[in-house]
């Protein structure tokens, strides 16, 4: 069974710093696409970040030059780096996977975690 887990979350004050892990189960995802995504009380889920399987990253523009998205195919585990954080950053944060051979058919999802960024 594939498994998509988030850990890291927390309550961190504005200008803080967390660091969000996913770890995957069940199978490797060394070779997909991983990426980040945020969902704030009633917004729609927000693309954050993604890591292909070579290292190749993109980031949205709400999030560029303050959050780092890498991964470690070692431990099956991707992370989000995240600075500067401000209350706008609150949401539920849920990591993904791709579908094989894409950069945006995100097929697998984990439960996610919450971030609450107070002012």
């Known amino acids: 069974q594939v498994q998509l887990v988030e850990s890291g979350g927390g309550l961190v004050q504005t200008g803080g710093s967390l660091r969000l892990s996913c770890q995957a189960s069940?199978?490797?995802?060394?070779?997909?696409?991983m990426g980040w995504f945020r969902q704030a009380p009633g917004k729609e889920r927000e693309f954050l970040a993604r890591?292909?399987?070579?290292?190749?990253?993109n980031y949205a523009d709400s999030v560029k030059g303050r959050f780092t998205i890498s991964r470690d195919n070692a431990k099956n585990t991707v992370y989000l780096q995240m600075n500067s954080l401000k209350p706008a950053d609150t949401a539920v944060y849920s990591c993904?996977?791709?579908?094989?051979?894409?950069?945006?058919?995100?097929?697998?999802w984990g439960q996610g975690t919450q971030v609450t960024v107070s002012s």
């Open positions: 993904a996977a791709a579908a094989a051979g894409t950069f945006v058919q995100w097929a697998y």
């Open positions: 069940g199978r490797t995802f060394s070779s997909n696409t």
């Open positions: 890591i292909r399987w070579s290292g190749i990253t």
